[in-house]
């Protein structure tokens, strides 16, 4: 691929997407009717699985690494057992 064939690539996929960010950062682009947090709302209340779910695969995600980590560090570091007992 050569450098003109890139750029001319680049620039045609930098157009609208690329626009419509840039005028939201800077407040002048598309605005929602609904705020976003009204629709976060209703669906928790309507909808509890959407919030739950993803939470618990978060939380369990994090005790696994921590439990993990632990047991590493239990295997690894003789010294850590002479302190701990």
């Given at each position: 691929?050569?450098a003109q064939?890139?750029q001319?690539?680049?620039?045609?996929c930098?157009t609208k997407?690329?626009?419509?960010a840039?005028?939201?950062?800077a407040?002048?682009?598309a605005?929602?009717?609904?705020?976003?947090?009204?629709?976060?709302?209703?669906?928790i209340t309507?909808a509890?699985?959407l919030?739950?779910?993803?939470?618990?695969?978060?939380f369990?995600?994090v005790l696994?690494?921590?439990?993990?980590?632990d047991?590493?560090?239990?295997i690894?570091?003789?010294?850590?057992?002479?302190?701990?007992?």
């Amino acid at each position: 691929m050569t450098a003109q064939t890139f750029q001319r690539n680049h620039r045609f996929c930098n157009t609208k997407p690329s626009l419509n960010a840039r005028l939201t950062d800077a407040a002048l682009g598309a605005h929602r009717k609904i705020p976003l947090a009204a629709v976060g709302e209703h669906l928790i209340t309507t909808a509890p699985w959407l919030s739950i779910f993803p939470g618990l695969a978060i939380f369990l995600t994090v005790l696994g690494l921590n439990l993990l980590g632990d047991g590493l560090r239990d295997i690894l570091d003789p010294q850590s057992r002479s302190r701990r007992a």
